[in-house]
Each structure stands twice: as C-alpha cells, then as structure tokens.
C-alpha cells in the first residue's frame, strides 16, 4: 500500500490492504524539459466493523497521488464503495488516460507518446531486498565542509531508493536517468554512471548506496 493512503485518510491506512492486482506505478519522465513526474494508482479494500458473528463486510477505496518525482505530491480518495467494481472501474479508466492502454493487458515495455509508463513491479525480487541508503560525495565544498561522503536526507534517500528500484532491481533499463525535485532544485540522476548533477548550476557528485 502506498505510503500517501495514511495523509489521505489515517483510519483507512490503518485498516486497508491492496487489492490485487489493481496496483501501478506509472511514470513521466521528459529530459529535454528535465521534467520527471509519477502517478500511482491502487485499490483498497477495508473490513468494516463486526455485527454479531458475520464477517465484518468489506469497502473499496480507489487511491490516487501524483506529483514531481521527488515530492510528496497530490492524493485523492475515492469511495466508500460496497462493491469492488466501483473502485476499479475508476482504478481502469485512470489508468488507461495516463498510459493510453487497457489495464488487463498492459505492456510495460510499451510506452505511448506523450502518456506514462507503467512500471510493472517485480514483487519478489523486492519483498526479498532491505532498503539501502544514499550517499554523495562532497569535493571543494563552499561552505568548509571536509571532502568525503556525506547521507541523504531520509526522504531524499528513499526517493532515490525508489527510482533504483525501478532501474536496478526491477531491470528497467530506460529508466536509467531520472530528474528528482528537491526543494528549489532539480537533480539528474543518472543511476548507471552513479551521478548526480544540479540542473541549474552544472554540479556534479559521485553518489553511492550503502546497504542497511
């Protein structure tokens, strides 16, 4: 479940899974324009409260969030719903005008122009990995700081572990580069020369990932 469901509405977060396999990361991402942006998209269900001994009845939620990569961005939440066919049927129509194909039979490896990218997951692989940490390397330093290695905020390193896991562990090669908004800043990450580089001033340091 994606980590914005709690912003949106705490008391879901605390009892909601995802229902499978209505989940996608999609992404945008335009190096010409240094623009990189995602768009996740998941159906929730909910157990209600227990009357009696019946099973506690279920509710389906349709959650949304978008922004720049590297940004909290935008949530929206849709539902109650009593039946899961109307949380997914918003989940498909969403999905189908940011990629441009039909959920059921969507090709990661398919890309339409001007449209997202479905990032398909690779589950296994990723249930089976601890997330590492990032670190850059900091050279002739304005301010007086020592030369040396230097952590990520946490949020900037779980940014950055999020992209390496499209890259790296899912095996997406495209998605080699990646433009991460920080603050007043953009950053070009490219993941297989282990770069990063400020947009606005040309800065370039070494970044590495340090396993937990």
């Known amino acids: 479940m994606d980590t914005g469901v709690a912003g949106a509405d705490a008391a879901v977060a605390s009892n909601a899974t995802v229902l499978e396999p209505f989940s996608a990361r999609l992404a945008l991402v335009e190096p010409a324009n240094n623009s990189d942006k995602y768009y996740i998209a998941q159906v929730l269900q909910v157990k209600g409260k227990a009357k009696g001994k019946k099973q506690p009845?279920?509710?389906?939620?349709c959650f949304t969030r978008w922004g720049r990569t590297g940004q909290g961005g935008q949530c929206s939440l849709d539902g109650p719903f009593e039946e899961s066919s109307e949380a997914e049927e918003i989940f498909s129509?969403?999905?189908?005008?940011?990629?441009g194909q039909t959920f059921k039979s969507a090709d990661p490896a398919v890309?339409?122009?001007?449209?997202?990218?479905y990032l398909k997951s690779n589950h296994a692989a990723l249930a089976s990995?601890?997330?590492g940490h990032w670190?850059?390397?900091?050279?002739?330093?304005?301010d007086g700081k020592k030369d040396g290695w230097y952590p990520y905020s946490t949020d900037?390193?779980?940014n950055v572990e999020m992209l390496y896991e499209t890259y790296a562990i899912e095996g997406?090669?495209?998605?080699?580069?990646?433009?991460?908004?920080?603050?007043?800043f953009t950053y070009k990450v490219d993941l297989s020369a282990m770069r990063q580089t400020?947009?606005?001033s040309g800065t370039s340091r070494s970044i590495r990932r340090v396993a937990s």
């Open 57 to 61: 009845p279920l509710q389906f939620y």
């Open 93 to 99: 129509k969403t999905f189908k005008s940011k990629t």
């Open 111 to 117: 890309t339409k122009a001007g449209k997202y990218s």
């Open 129 to 131: 990995k601890e997330e």
């Open 135 to 142: 670190e850059y390397h900091l050279t002739n330093d304005p």
């Open 156 to 158: 900037g390193s779980h």
């Open 172 to 184: 997406n090669a495209d998605f080699s580069t990646r433009f991460v908004q920080s603050g007043a």
């Open 198 to 200: 400020n947009t606005h």
